[in-house]
DNA sequence: TGGTTTACTTAGCACACCGAGA
DNA sequence: TCTCGGTGTGCTAAGTAAACCA
């Protein structure tokens, strides 16, 4: 299957695209002519207003407002600022072990054999490391691409000796089955190890989490993120990426600079070896970094998504999406008035806003051409990447656009939109080929600066979180129901979380065991509708023998019956809710959503309300991310550290 | 002002692990 | 006890955006 192909089957259904779109543009038209109504408002009493129809949804909408109006809240904000004031400093203290560094090559056994042109070939150490790079991924995809076995092929010679070069001249005469196989063999015989032998290992793993997965921050003990180095191998660029392929080079010490405060005990380098450098610079998060040879950009060592450090610059995310919130109408109004600017700069910049408003783009920084696959975001759409139709699907003023976004996934949506949108649209592709920008007059700085001007700290990222946690919180408002069971209403969480994740384009690809175990599962749905009709013929008998008989023990064997298709009919609607849930979520990845756009205040209140414990929806790691607490039915909010500071 | 560098967040994929059910 | 399949976790690429610099 060609990538056309597979960009084809990962894109969303255009109606799923419009649908939402849809619903949020009703909303939107409700909010512009409610605050139509209502003229000039504070911006957060407009936000109170809408809410304030409805006590229960007050509730909930507070989880979403602006934090003044939150008592307890408000100090929180205060902190932060206060923390932001003190010129960026991020630690007092920072004390930890260094990176703990890829174990180093393992020469294969005499047994294993390398082949050019049929003939087996004993390769120096250096180019055999490289060959079981290319040998281990040999069932890859990635191995039938032309640019990756280029790229391979060129830097495997740069590690061989002149005398390998002078045999090894093309990849095509070179055979790496026997390698593959035994990486292959190699993976099963782990797989096969006794109990002991993998609680042996387990052991192991846990002590150097011990050792090197945790440092000390201001005096206490944080988990670090990724403690080790990132092993050489190939580059593993997505979509066409013109550097897949290439050689990732092995970290040494020597590559390494490692940040800790002056007073902590430096960590050790491996023996033999030193450090690139050592230095205190307490105004950034990292312990240690460094470059990698492929695109030249640094690497780093950082905190664990549940150190207190990251915890708060999650919080700090949500508020300022919060902050948006109250002023967004405002924000509109100003855009759409910038539609009918005379200055050009200002229409494209009030265009390119709306997309990201309504659709939920992303920026879109300008990319260095050569260095990585092409792909686009708002700022950087190119002419080629829409279509204008005057009228299509019954609507008017219809865009498309398609093109690559993030990690080459696809984004294809067919969207209405206002009739100056489309007129300037019209207007920015005017004398320009289908290569040229659609916005040039446009950088995402000169948005974000504008966006600064607009409201302190808002930048285009804030838009998709601000969207994100708006979507998912009309969704749950829409789609649950008191009277549900638990299992109908996490389906409903996943609905509303799946709309996100449609909005933000957040794709997968379909599993691949998902037909079959699909198929399994309609296998027991029948199986357990055929349960049902049983119980429900011998309920039938039931109820005539005790209509009959009229004893204790004919009632007690009716209830019986009673119980039993009960308990079966739920067990029915949970595996019928399931079927439903995993088809809708098959090419939708629902955890990007959760973990970084949608407020967990947002989703710990709906549980609350609707008593659905939280560890339903979020798992052990969610709740340290965000430092939830699970209880059934009454879990509170404290969904971040607490109002000082640890928690 | 515009290019470059740095620091951080967001993203999908691969695979290990573990529990349910046969 | 074994198999299957879902979930969690680690990994690292690919973004955003601010700072820096000439």
């Known amino acids: 299957m060609g990538d056309d192909e597979v960009s084809d089957l990962k894109q969303f259904s255009v109606k799923d695209k419009v649908a939402l779109t849809r619903k949020r543009e009703n909303t939107e038209q409700m909010k512009l002519e409610n605050s139509k109504k209502r003229k000039v408002k504070e911006p957060n009493q407009t936000s109170r207003g809408r809410c304030g129809e409805d006590q229960q949804c007050l509730k909930e909408e507070s989880t979403f407002s602006i934090s003044k109006e939150n008592p307890g809240q408000g100090s929180v904000t205060i902190r932060w600022e206060e923390e932001k004031s003190q010129d960026g400093v991020k630690w007092k203290q920072l004390e930890h072990k260094g990176p703990y560094f890829a174990p180093s090559y393992e020469p294969l056994p005499d047994g294993v054999h390398f082949y050019y042109d049929g003939k087996p070939v004993k390769l120096s150490l250096a180019a055999e490391e490289v060959a079981t790079f290319y040998g281990k991924m040999l069932d890859h995809e990635y191995t039938t691409k032309e640019v990756f076995q280029n790229n ?25 089955t026997e390698i593959h196989r035994y990486f292959v063999d190699k993976t099963a015989a782990r797989k096969a190890l006794s109990r002991e032998e993998k609680q042996k290992l387990k052991e192991e793993a846990e002590k150097l989490q011990q050792e090197f997965g945790y440092c000390t921050l201001d005096g206490h003990r944080e988990k670090i993120g990724n403690f080790k180095t990132e092993p050489p191998g190939l580059f593993r660029g997505r979509g066409d990426h013109p550097k897949m392929g290439m050689l990732k080079r092995r970290i040494l010490p020597e590559d390494v600079t490692i ?20 230095r205190s610079d307490n105004t950034v998060t990292w312990l240690a970094s460094w470059t990698e040879n492929i695109q030249n950009s640094i690497k780093y060592v950082m905190l ?48 390119a806003l709306y997309f990201i408003d309504k659709l939920a783009l992303r920026a879109g920084n300008e990319k260095e051409e050569g260095e990585t696959a092409d792909t686009v975001g708002c700022c950087s759409l190119r002419v080629e990447h829409i279509q204008l139709y005057p009228e299509a699907d019954g ?24 009739r100056p949108v489309y007129k300037n649209l019209q207007l920015f592709m005017e004398n320009k080929s289908r290569g040229d920008d659609l916005f040039d007059r446009l950088t ?27 979507t998912l919180q009309e969704q749950l408002r829409a789609l649950t129901r008191a009277e ?120 710990v209140a709906w549980c609350k309300r609707f008593g659905v414990p939280v ?16 209880s059934r039915g009454s879990s509170h909010t ?8 640890r928690r």
């Open 395 to 418: 609507c008017q003023h219809v865009v498309e656009l398609d093109f690559l976004g993030k990690d080459s996934i696809r984004y294809y949506n067919r969207v209405p939109v206002e």
């Open 484 to 603: 549900d069971s638990v299992a109908a209403k996490i389906l409903s969480y996943n609905r509303a979380n799946r709309a996100v994740a449609i909005l933000c384009n957040h794709q997968r690809a379909t599993p691949k065991t998902f037909e079959k175990s699909m198929q399994n599962l309609q296998l027991k749905i029948e199986a357990k509708k055929k349960q049902v009709a049983e119980a429900k013929a011998e309920l039938k008998q039931a109820r005539a023998g005790h209509k009959s008989r009229g004893d204790d023990r004919s009632r007690s064997f009716l209830e019986k019956r009673e119980r039993l298709l009960e308990k079966l009919e739920e067990q029915l609607m949970r595996l019928s809710t399931q079927a439903t849930d995993k088809e809708e979520s098959k090419q939708v990845a629902l955890g990007t959503s959760k973990l970084n756009y949608l407020d967990p205040r947002i989703s």
């Open 444 to 470: 995402t700085t000169s948005l974000n600066k504008h966006l600064q001007d607009l409201m302190d700290g808002l930048t285009a990222k804030v838009f998709r979180t601000y969207n994100a946690s708006v």
């Open 304 to 351: 664990n998504p549940s150190s207190k450090l990251k915890g708060e610059k999650d919080w700090q995310k949500y508020e300022v999406a919060r902050r948006l919130k109250g002023v967004v109408d405002e924000i509109r109004s100003q855009y759409r008035a910038d539609w009918k600017s005379r200055e050009m700069k200002k229409r494209q910049c009030a265009v």
């Open 638 to 645: 404290s969904a971040h550290p607490d109002r000082t500071g």
């Open 152 to 176: 391979f092929f060129s830097d495997w010679r740069k590690e061989m000796t002149a005398e390998e070069r002078k045999i090894i001249k093309h990849l095509d005469k070179c055979d790496f």
């Open 259 to 278: 940040n800790c405060s002056r007073d902590s005990k430096i960590p050790e380098p491996p023996a033999g070896h030193q450090w690139k450098e050592v």
């Open 615 to 630: 560890e339903r929806i979020y798992n052990k790691t969610q709740r340290e991310s965000f430092q939830v607490c699970g």
